[in-house]
């Protein structure tokens, strides 16, 4: 579906609902449809740039921050790369992606984002049948 489009039939529900909502573009990989999520109205985006080496990562998500936030709006990014159903890996190999603390610290004092998803034992789509084993302290 087209942003714009989208954007409009939002901003149609609020206005005839009156209810308070709130459009986060999400994972945006690709700078052009950062730019157009910009432009179009939305009121956070998710710089997704696991694709990336960490230095590239932390250039391309600091250039969408500043124009994201020159807008008044909020940015979250993601450091690395969170598993599919765990992607039949290891449980090193598993762990080796949970997000490092302080790589974690120096990318958002240089990305200046105002959210960072980290990996902490959670996946994308399904958990395994034991369910998820989070690790909140590191």
Known sequence: ????VLV???????????VPISVHYD???????????????FDSVMV?????????????TKSISSLAHAKG???????????????????EEYEARFTD???????IDET???ALAVCIG????KYPPSGPNLIFEF
């Open 1 to 4: 579906m087209d942003l714009l």
């Open 8 to 18: 409009f039939f939002l901003l149609w529900t609020w206005i005839e609902f009156k």
């Open 27 to 41: 994972h945006g990989i690709s700078k052009s449809n950062l730019l157009q999520a910009l432009e179009a109205g």
């Open 48 to 60: 997704d740039g696991f694709h990336l080496t960490l230095g590239e990562n932390i250039l391309y």
């Open 73 to 91: 709006l909020l940015v979250e990014a993601e450091l690395g790369r969170l598993s599919d159903s765990e992607d039949g890996l290891t449980v």
């Open 101 to 107: 603390v302080v790589q974690a610290e120096g990318f």
């Open 112 to 114: 200046s984002i105002d």
């Open 122 to 125: 959670n996946v994308h789509e």
